[in-house]
């Protein structure tokens, strides 16, 4: 039960990382390798949340939320896995040729209210909402979270099986651009959905890493069109970290209102041109 506990905290505080700005704590997923040649290659992947890009100096991702799809749309064993105090590691067998998703998707409700001078506050699934009691409680606020962090590996030539959107959430849909096929000096262009709908207007952060050996974080802003299309200029190879957050009226559960955020982080690999 303890460590179930521990897990449950730990996943309810990467949903109140979820959407935070570009300077605080970023969510990130990074392969030893994100294009490969050859016969059943190894990758290593380390997930973290930290301050610096892409150096582990704050939490752990959880490693049992985080999943890997193969190039045929089904599920890959992660394989030799750790959650550490700061980073988890894990290795995967790329049997297959194709693109492979690692990704984590955190999804739950965040409530808070008051109780005389005191904040009190609830975290957990839609499911539990009802059972917890909350309606009516004085000042209740509640959120709804949805966000997904995600890299891409590919073994040989690229493919989009295991990258297809679900329709739900905040996603990367792919239009003239692979994630593994960006080349330094060259531009990309993607596009961004919102529950299976183009995600207009919506900025999108971009940052590369090493940025603790910077004087300015040196972030790159985009917004998206009508089609939810964005585009962007990789000046220098390396890898590269990317975030966009939408926030609006979500409706109401048990007849309570709620606001809705979701959240898209993605890295990638930028190679010499």
């Keep these: 039960m303890k460590n179930i506990t521990k897990h449950i905290l730990g996943v309810s505080a990467l949903l109140a990382l979820a959407s935070q700005p570009v300077h605080a704590h970023r969510f990130w997923i990074i392969p030893s390798a994100s294009v490969l040649s050859g016969d059943n290659q190894w990758v290593t992947v380390d997930a973290a949340i930290s301050n610096s890009l892409f150096f582990a100096d704050h939490?752990?991702?959880?490693?049992?939320?985080?999943?890997?799809?193969?190039?045929?749309?089904?599920?890959?064993?992660?394989?030799?896995?750790?959650?550490?105090?700061?980073?988890?590691?894990?290795?995967?067998?790329?049997?297959?040729?194709?693109?492979?998703?690692?990704?984590?998707i955190r999804e739950g409700l965040a409530a808070s209210w008051k109780e005389g001078e005191e904040t009190k506050r609830w975290r957990g699934p839609v499911k539990d909402f009802a059972a917890a009691g909350l309606k009516g409680k004085p000042e209740l606020k509640v959120f709804e979270n949805l966000s997904r962090t995600e890299t891409v590996v590919t073994s040989g030539a690229p493919s989009t099986d295991a990258l297809k959107p679900t329709g739900k959430g905040l996603e990367l849909v792919i239009g003239k651009n692979h994630p593994n096929d960006l080349v330094a000096g060259e531009k990309a262009s993607f596009i961004l959905h919102l529950n299976g709908k183009p995600a207009a207007n919506c900025k999108v952060t971009v940052v590369k890493g090493d940025d603790r050996y910077r004087d300015a974080v040196g972030e790159i802003e985009v917004t998206t069109d009508a089609a939810g299309v964005f585009e962007v200029s990789w000046a220098e190879a390396g890898r590269y970290w990317l975030n966009a957050t939408v926030e609006g009226e979500g409706g109401e559960i048990e007849g309570v209102p709620f606001s809705r955020r979701a959240s898209y982080t993605a890295t990638f690999e930028v190679l010499p041109g």
């Design 59 to 104: 939490v752990a991702a959880p490693l049992a939320a985080l999943t890997v799809t193969g190039p045929d749309g089904s599920p890959v064993e992660i394989q030799n896995g750790k959650e550490g105090k700061v980073r988890t590691t894990f290795d995967i067998e790329l049997t297959k040729p194709g693109s492979y998703r690692i990704a984590t």
